[in-house]
């Protein structure tokens, strides 16, 4: 075998693994991605209006 095929099969074995071990991640937010008028609550991990005193 050459080196060229051990790879390609050692990438297509490591697939699916790498596949199911994506499932598991949470897209994360912070504060610049909130829109103009909300703000990031760190205590619910999202974007919520901001409200004037």
Excluded: H
């Amino acid at each position: 075998m050459t080196t060229r095929t051990i790879l390609a099969a050692a990438a297509l074995a490591l697939l699916p693994a790498l596949a199911s071990a994506e499932c598991g991640w949470q897209k994360r937010i912070n504060a610049s991605q909130c829109g103009e008028g909300q703000i990031f609550d760190s205590v619910s991990g999202q974007c919520v209006d901001q409200t004037t005193s």
